[in-house]
């Protein structure tokens, strides 16, 4: 307390100097474990660092130099151009108070980290979170004038709703969330988001287990979904670890060929394609000795069927979370998306079913089923309209006609192409005939004259013959 009450009144000194000599001062800065970040000296410029000193408060108000005369004295700090000073991988050790010291005119900033831890509470049956700005020493109270504010919300950032939780706010800079338990509430994660000045400055997230409890997994039909099994001392699925599945509250052993695991990393259970009979609640234990349980998961399926009307125009879509055992009354169904000139219907409890219905007198483009958990999305189904005129019968009629088209086309140059081809041999064949007939003439006239050639020397040959008689 004593380290508290000097700290607070080095940096209420450091404050009120600095209001005196009409500065303003940086009170309050918030940074992640891990993160960097840059501490700036006031909000004057400076052309050179040659006159920056830093130094860090210390417990019972002691002041350790950082930066001086501009040079950097621990090697985990750095100076920038601007003279800000710069912190890497911050540890919660940094969250301290940090001055500068320019010669003129002096500065302060606290540098704080958010935190979530879990108290242990004397009902077993709650969960104590609390989330609140601390330093090196624990968390130093802040009033409203600072500008914090913590909210909590779910994993995804949605506001947490239902009555099994409560929330109270010591101060500015520490809230709590109560939480009444349930086995689904292990391995869940709760976010708590601080804000200063409307501007969000830090989101952290807390996983909660519980023992002998079970993680809650929502899955859409068709999707694939992996079940991881915590053991890690047993790779594979060699006879170690063995999934097991609760029907009719007994636990059947799933085969191993049923399994697809990667024997090298882990021995999860991978559902390829949810469908509802999957929906139920799972198991992965020790396969020898007295089969402790590693791993227990409840699994819900969520799917979404159409129904068309007589004429075909109005559409009916039914929305169906499956439950592992009764759907609980946390859970909430919700259409969205597209244009819902329809009406919807409450929700209907069946069973281990939770069913919605959306009636619409027409078409949409697209219409999205979410389920959600105490305010939080779980898990959602698109069902994607079909308009008649987008049909495959619809859509066949003009490729039928365009084939039927082509295949016309086809079939007239083809028959243009016989056709060419059968005047073109016709032609030929008649000027074969010509020329055959023409070779007949000049064979006939060359004999007649190879004839009349013959004759004609046979008759010399009778002329001098009759000749040589005369003569004689």
Not at 46 to 58: A, D, L, V, Y
Not at 89 to 96: F, G, K, S, T, Y
Request: overall charge negative; charged content about 20%; aromatic content about 6%.
């Amino acid at each position: 307390m004593s380290s508290l009450s000097l700290l607070g009144l080095c940096f209420i000194c450091l404050t009120r100097a600095a209001a005196a000599a009409g500065l303003h001062s940086n009170d309050y800065l918030v940074a992640l474990q891990g993160d960097s970040i840059a501490l700036p000296c006031g909000t004057a410029s400076f052309k050179s660092c040659s006159s920056i000193n830093w130094t860090i408060g210390g417990e019972f108000g002691s002041v350790t130099e950082l930066v001086k005369a501009g040079r950097v004295i621990s090697h985990r700090y750095g100076l920038l151009k601007d003279c800000s000073l710069e912190i890497t991988h911050l540890e919660l050790n940094d969250a301290r108070l940090y001055s500068c010291d320019s010669g003129a005119l002096n500065s302060s900033v606290l540098l704080q980290i958010p935190t979530i831890t879990e108290k242990q509470t004397s009902a077993e049956d709650t969960i104590e979170l609390q989330c609140f700005l601390n330093m090196f020493i624990g968390y130093v109270a802040c009033d409203n004038s600072t500008g914090i504010h913590i909210e909590w919300s779910n994993e995804d950032g949605t506001p947490i709703e239902g009555n099994r939780f409560e929330f109270d706010n010591p101060s500015a800079c520490f809230s709590k969330l109560l939480i009444k338990k349930k086995p689904t509430d292990h391995h869940r994660k709760w976010t708590c988001q601080l804000s200063q000045s409307d501007v969000v400055k830090a989101t952290i997230s807390y996983t909660t287990t519980v023992e002998d409890g079970l993680e809650e997994v929502f899955a859409a039909v068709g999707e694939s979904v992996s079940l991881k099994c915590s053991n890690t001392s047993c790779l594979g699925l060699g006879g170690c670890t063995q999934w097991a599945m609760c029907v009719e509250r007994q636990w059947r052993d799933i085969s191993p060929d049923d399994l697809q695991t990667n024997a090298n990393k882990d021995s999860s259970f991978v559902i390829g394609k949810v469908s509802a009979v999957h929906a139920g609640d799972y198991r992965c234990s020790e396969s020898t000795g007295q089969q402790r349980a590693l791993s227990k998961y409840r699994l819900h399926t969520l799917d979404v069927t159409a129904e068309s009307g007589p004429g075909g125009d109005n559409l009916t879509l039914t929305c169906v979370l499956t439950c592992a055992t009764e759907c609980e009354t946390d859970f909430n169904l919700t259409f969205s998306g597209g244009v819902l000139k329809g009406w919807q219907s409450g929700l209907i409890k069946a069973n281990n079913t939770l069913i919605k219905k959306l009636f619409l007198p027409d078409w949409s483009h697209e219409i999205t089923c979410s389920v959600h958990r105490e305010g939080a999305l779980m898990a959602s189904k698109k069902w994607r309209s079909v308009n008649p005129l987008q049909t495959p019968a619809w859509i066949g009629l003009p490729l039928g006609l365009l084939v039927v088209a082509a295949a016309a086309g086809l079939c007239m140059h083809m028959k243009r192409v016989h056709n060419t081809n059968a005047a073109n041999q016709q032609s030929s064949i008649r000027m074969s005939h010509v020329y055959e007939v023409i070779q007949d003439e000049e064979q006939q006239r060359r004999s007649k004259r190879e004839s009349s050639a013959t004759a004609d020397s046979f008759y010399d040959l009778l002329q001098s013959i009759n000749y040589s008689e005369t003569t004689t």
